[in-house]
Nanobody, 115 residues
Framework: QVQLVESGGGLVQPGGSLRLSCTAS????????MGWYRQAPGKPRELVAY???????DYLDSVKGRFTISRDNAKNTVYLQMNSLKPEDTAVYYC?????????WGQGTQVTVSS
């Protein structure tokens, strides 16, 4: 099973930006879908964005135009660039990989948007 490690979370003011990284323990070139989920306190985990092996992408409606997901197969890393952050984006963000019947998760990274 691939291991996923997220980084890049933190505290940011409304309107600010953060870039999350998810680095895998092996090549991601054959991983069908990699995605970012988030979970706020008292709420279910939701899919924020995903990217396929062919670099097709899709986003949660509330983040379209503000967030961008990308992948660098050479670095075994998927990124989530988050701009124009809002307090409602506050959550723990998790990286996910789906491949060959496997469903792997990272440990999560906290994003807090507050003044």
């Amino acid at each position: 099973q691939v291991q996923l490690v997220e980084s890049g979370g933190g505290l940011v003011q409304p309107g600010g930006s953060l870039r999350l990284s998810c680095t895998a323990s092996r090549s991601i070139s054959d991983i069908y879908i990699m995605g970012w989920y988030r979970q706020a306190p008292g709420k279910p985990r939701e899919l924020v964005a995903y990217i396929t092996y062919s670099s097709s992408t899709d986003y949660l409606d509330s983040v379209k135009g503000r967030f961008t997901i990308s992948r660098d197969n050479a670095k075994n890393t998927v990124y989530l660039q988050m701009n124009s952050l809002k307090p409602e984006d506050t959550a723990v963000y998790y990286c996910n990989a789906r491949y060959g019947g496997h469903n792997a998760w990272g440990q999560g990274t906290q994003v807090t948007v507050s003044s």
